[in-house]
C-alpha cells in the first residue's frame, strides 16, 4: 500500500541512510516557507556528498505518499519505515546539528541508535559541532562538570564504541558530512565493514567483563 520515494545515487557495495532534519519544510529569513519539493533538494545536495564515494549508495526517504494511510496510521507508517531503513542499511551518516533548539532532531538520535545497535556502521556529523559548556552557556545545566567538553555524552560514546567495534579506534563527532565520509571511506577500504550488533556487545561485551558485570548487577 505504502509506495516509498527514495532519493538514490550510486549502486555499488554499501548502503547508506541519510539521517537528519534536512527532510523538514522550513520558513527561510526572507519569510519564504518551503515547499517538499525544495526540501528534498536540500537532502539530495548532501546524498551527493555521499555518493562521490563509489562504493556507496545513498537512500533517503521521503513522506510524498503518506497521504495514501488513514491519518491515524501515518505516524507509525514513518517509524516503521526509518528504524527499517536504520536497521538494515550498512552505515548511517547521521546530521545532529542542534535542530529547533539546543539539541539534535529527536529522530535522528532514534535512527542513529537503531543503526548502532541492529549492526550498522554510525557515523555522526554536527555544523555547528558545540560542546555543552557552549550549548548550556546561558542555562548553566552542567557547571564544572565533566559533560561540559562533549557534545552530546550519550551518542559520542555509541558513535565511539561503533568505530572501535569496527575499526579498532574511535573518531571524534566530525565537524562536516565532507569530513564524515571521507574518513569513512578511507577506514572502510583498510578494515572493510562487518555487521556487529552492539545490542549483542551490551549483553556479553567480552572486551569490558568489569563494565558487562557492573550493569548486570544493577537488575539483582
Not at 101 to 129: F, I, K, S
Not at 188 to 196: A, D, N, S, T, V
Amino acid at each position: 500500500m505504502f509506495s516509498r520515494k527514495v532519493v538514490s545515487t550510486l549502486s555499488k557495495n554499501f548502503n547508506c541512510y541519510s539521517a537528519g532534519p534536512g527532510l523538514f519544510p522550513r520558513t527561510l529569513p526572507n519569510g519564504h516557507r518551503e515547499s517538499w519539493d525544495e526540501s528534498e533538494a536540500r537532502v539530495r545536495e548532501l546524498n551527493s556528498v555521499i555518493a562521490r564515494i563509489p562504493e556507496f549508495t545513498v537512500i533517503t526517504p521521503t513522506n510524498t505518499d503518506l497521504d495514501v494511510w488513514p491519518k491515524e496510521q501515518q505516524s507509525r507508517v514513518c517509524l516503521r519505515k526509518d528504524l527499517w531503513l536504520a536497521a538494515h542499511c550498512d552505515i548511517t551518516f547521521a546530521d545532529v546539528t542542534p535542530f529547533g533548539g539546543r539539541e539534535p532532531d529527536a529522530g535522528t538520535t532514534v535512527e542513529a541508535v537503531t543503526c548502532a545497535l541492529a549492526g550498522g556502521l554510525l557515523v555522526l556529523w554536527a555544523n555547528p559541532l558545540t560542546t555543552f559548556a557552549e550549548k548550556y552557556a546561558d542555562a548553566d545545566v552542567h557547571p564544572d562538570s565533566f559533560l561540559d567538553n562533549h557534545y552530546n555524552l550519550m551518542l559520542e560514546q555509541l558513535f565511539y564504541w561503533s568505530w572501535e567495534t569496527q575499526f579498532g579506534a574511535a573518531h571524534p563527532v566530525f565537524g562536516s558530512l565532507e569530513a564524515a565520509v571521507s574518513e569513512t571511506a578511507i577506514r572502510i577500504r583498510e578494515h572493510g565493514l562487518q555487521r556487529i550488533p552492539l545490542l549483542d556487545r551490551v549483553n556479553d561485551d567480552a572486551d569490558a567483563p568489569e563494565m558487562v558485570a557492573m550493569v548486570k548487577s544493577l537488575l539483582k
